[in-house]
């Protein structure tokens, strides 16, 4: 099993709607997740962090963790076309160098 | 504002040579990371460095090296290109971890696209 696994895309949804992404990880011992936007032709950058069970809200964006079922998820509501891009799910390398372990990435389109 | 900026956009190069890609951080980060990422794959780990001369491998380092001589460059090396080294290279830099809650944000440069014919 792979160390962290993104559902598989791509994924389009209309304008308006929820878009969910998901994210399974192997490591029990995981404490922080993380969820980063790659725009095309950019490089990924920070959007949300997660670090307990429940949601963590920012905006639209909210993120899910279930560290029971090992997953966190991320739903953005109100789905903009601005919002297409790849989404890729990280969580810390299990070592005190800040090491992330991405997982293969979503790619989203949001359709007018 | 933080940067971390690489030294080309796009490279192109032929089989056998010896190809040098640059990473500059303006943060005085001392962990450093070298991904490459290809269409389906994600971001793969090649090396990472969490200080001055300190290296270590990540998942695929093979026919990669690096050098870190100066806490703000960190550098990858392809002793000698291949057609499969082909990719996208992107590096980041972070803090380090001071806990085990700590926040590890990796800031990414802009990438460098690789073309080995």
């Known amino acids: 099993q792979k160390e962290v696994e993104q559902n598989s895309g791509p994924l389009s949804v209309p304008e308006g709607a929820i878009a969910s992404l998901n994210c399974t990880y192997s490591d029990r011992g995981s404490q922080s997740f993380f969820w980063y936007r790659q725009y095309s032709g950019k490089s990924p950058e920070l959007i949300m962090s997660?670090?307990?069970?429940g949601d963590q809200e920012d905006g639209r964006f909210t993120a899910q963790l279930n560290k029971a079922s090992q997953y966190v998820s991320l739903l953005i509501r109100d789905s903009q076309p601005s919002d297409s891009a790849t989404y890729l799910c990280?969580?810390?390398?299990?070592?005190?160098?800040?090491?992330?372990?991405f997982g293969q990435g979503t790619i989203l389109t949001v359709h007018p | 504002d933080v940067k971390v900026t690489q030294s080309s956009r796009y490279l192109v190069k032929r089989t056998g040579e010896k190809v040098f890609l640059e990473c500059v951080q303006d943060?005085?980060?001392?962990?450093m990371f070298w991904y490459r990422q290809d269409p389906g794959l994600g971001l793969r780990l090649i090396y990472f460095?969490?200080?001055?001369?300190?290296?270590e491998k990540g998942d695929i380092p093979e026919g990669y090296s690096v050098s870190r001589e100066k806490k703000e460059r960190f550098s990858l090396i392809l002793e000698s290109a291949s057609t499969n080294q082909t990719s996208m290279y992107l590096c980041a830099s972070s803090s380090p971890v001071t806990g085990g809650w700590s926040y590890n944000e990796q800031f990414f440069g802009p990438g460098t696209r690789l073309t080995v014919l």
């Open positions: 943060m005085d980060h001392e962990n």
């Open positions: 460095s969490y200080d001055v001369k300190m290296k």
């Open positions: 997660i670090y307990s069970n």
């Open positions: 990280a969580v810390p390398g299990g070592t005190s160098y800040g090491k992330l372990t």
